[in-house]
């Protein structure tokens, strides 16, 4: 009878035996070969197997106990047919080293097992595994903190996502503020909390380097026993076993540091642990240092803003003022309209009103626009004289590099003690005011000027108005009566419909007046295009106030 040939590992078809130890193929195998008997034991093995049975023991090795995973997977391999199944196959370790088996044809409860090494491999898809999962770890931190340009929420999701994915617990040192540090910590599972702390960053190992932005010091160097106890956050549980301290990279200064810690359960941070906590750091720097450059900048520009916001109105010196101001673009809050009240030393002074326009829109005209408030507000001595401010003005504008020019409207307001109104009202190439009488009327004031920045000298004629208690007077840009709508969008509102809007508001507050006014003209724009819009009411009360 010839000798049974067992295949190798892999083959489609597996031959019946009768005797699977005859013939020398199986044990010459460069694979380790065992051949376990029914009850789980090693019955015969090639050199290749009895050598990592001795690596396993730690001396050589004849007949033995085979490893409990292979003989697991031998005893239900057995179904009584003689021919293993497509996927009996087992996998476990033997000395240090990770190992598949596939099984030959079974006779009699004995089976012949190829062993193959796949430690190299599975070391391989392990690295491939860490790699893959850190990439999507920095690609969930990338998303996540750039979603934010808030540094306390961005210093939180840090630490939290630190807590989650790269240690037990995290903590982010702010740079100080004078003395104080601003200390965000999480625990994993928890929330992230934040905390002012009055501490010394030479307490822990580290942690002054990197706030300065020095390398970092290898983690094998920090002895976690000499830690400072506002290191170790509430809720941590068990020593500290393991710490890592790197630096927050900014935009040119850094933007702080994050310490890591893991507990003495856990296996310490490896070297590639430590090099992905530093990319972790650099981007969660990156994100701390844009977060703050835009609240630096976000609080500089509210600073500017308030000086170019259009004031709140109320009643001066018994007088009732109103104003309304809609930007060109509905995301912005400024442009090249404007409107101030300054009021006069007590009630026998005049109250000094101006409305104007400067060419153009958006932030360019308003920058022209603070600087016409600022020189008005200079020459306020002199608000009385008319011309006189109007002259000055107009050569402050000229002597600077602006090429933009203005259109005004100047009152000098003083309540009398009849309770009418005097209005004292100068137009520099602006739309005279309008006044609404008691009985519906609208009045067009009698005065007319040169526009100033354009010209060597101003021309202007003064009006005097008086208004009597319940009426007013309104002041307003062409961004109403040139506002473009109406059923086919390209008809402009007109001053005609002004005037028919402000004969219905007779008697009216100002307060009302301004709010129908701007209502009425976004009304008629619909969604379309538009120029900066503002209005100012004068009205007099019909009563006296206190």
Not at 37 to 44: E, H, L, P
Not at 196 to 218: I, K, W
Not at 261 to 267: A, F, N, V
Request: with cysteine; net charge negative.
């Amino acid at each position: 009878m010839p000798a049974l040939v067992i295949p190798s590992p892999g083959s489609p078809a597996h031959p019946r035996a009768t005797d699977l130890r005859e013939g020398p193929t199986w044990k010459d195998a460069p694979y380790p070969v065992l051949v376990l008997g029914a009850d789980g034991r090693v019955v015969d093995l090639n050199p290749s197997a009895r050598q990592v049975l001795a690596d396993r023991r730690g001396a050589a090795a004849g007949r033995d106990e085979a490893p409990s995973w292979l003989a697991d997977a031998h005893r239900s391999l057995t179904d009584g047919t003689g021919v293993p199944s497509t996927t009996s196959r087992a996998a476990g370790e033997i000395a240090g080293r990770f190992f598949e088996a596939r099984p030959g044809p079974v006779t009699d409860g004995s089976a012949t097992w190829w062993l193959t090494d796949v430690t190299g491999r599975r070391e391989a898809e392990r690295s491939l595994l860490g790699a893959r999962r850190q990439a999507e770890v920095r690609a969930m931190v990338s998303s996540t903190l750039l979603s934010s340009l808030n540094v306390p929420r961005c210093a939180e999701v840090a630490t939290r996502t630190a807590s989650e994915h790269l240690a037990d617990a995290a903590l982010l040192v702010l740079p100080p503020v004078g003395r104080r540090y601003a200390v965000t910590h999480a625990v994993r599972g928890g929330p992230a909390v934040h905390t002012s702390r009055l501490v010394d960053p030479r307490d822990v190992p580290g942690l002054a380097e990197a706030l300065q932005g020095y390398p970092p010091v290898p983690a094998r160097w920090i002895d976690p026993a000499a830690l400072p106890e506002w290191v170790v956050p509430a809720g941590f549980g068990g020593a500290v076993g393991s710490v890592i301290v790197a630096a927050l990279p900014g935009h040119g200064v850094p933007a702080g540091a994050l310490i890591l810690l893991r507990s003495s359960t856990e296996q310490a941070f490896g070297p590639d642990e430590e090099e992905f906590a530093r990319l972790f750091a650099a981007r969660a720097g990156a994100a701390l240092s844009a977060a703050r450059l835009y609240s630096e900048q976000s609080a500089i520009t509210a600073t500017l803003m308030r000086e170019l916001l259009p004031p709140t109105l109320e009643n001066v010196h018994g007088v009732d003022y109103a104003g309304r101001y809609r930007a060109a673009s509905d995301h912005e809050r400024i442009g090249g309209d404007f409107y101030d009240v300054h009021p006069g030393a007590d009630a026998s002074r005049e109250t000094f009103v101006v409305l104007g326009d400067v060419a153009g829109k958006g932030l360019e005209a308003a920058v022209l626009t603070g600087k016409i408030r600022n020189t008005l507000h200079a020459l306020l001595p002199l608000a009385s004289d008319h011309e006189q401010v109007l002259t000055l003005l107009n050569g402050a504008l000229l002597s600077s590099h602006h090429t933009r020019f203005a259109t005004l409207v100047l009152a000098c307001v003083r309540r009398e003690d009849d309770g009418r109104v005097r209005l004292r009202l100068t137009s520099a190439g602006h739309m005279p005011p309008l006044i609404v009488r008691a009985d519906g009327r609208v009045e067009e004031a009698a005065t007319h000027g040169t526009l100033v920045g354009a010209l060597p000298s101003v021309s202007v004629r003064t009006a005097e108005e008086w208004l009597a208690p319940g009426e007013t007077c309104l002041l307003y840009t062409d961004g109403i009566t040139e506002a473009r709508g109406g059923p086919l969008g390209d008809e402009l509102f007109g001053e005609h419909r002004l005037r028919q809007a402000l004969r219905e508001c007779a008697g009216m507050p100002g307060e009302a007046v301004v709010e129908r006014v701007q209502m009425l003209a976004a009304q008629w724009l619909g969604t379309g295009n538009h120029d900066d819009m503002a209005t100012v009411a004068i009205s007099a009360p019909r009563t006296a106030r206190r």
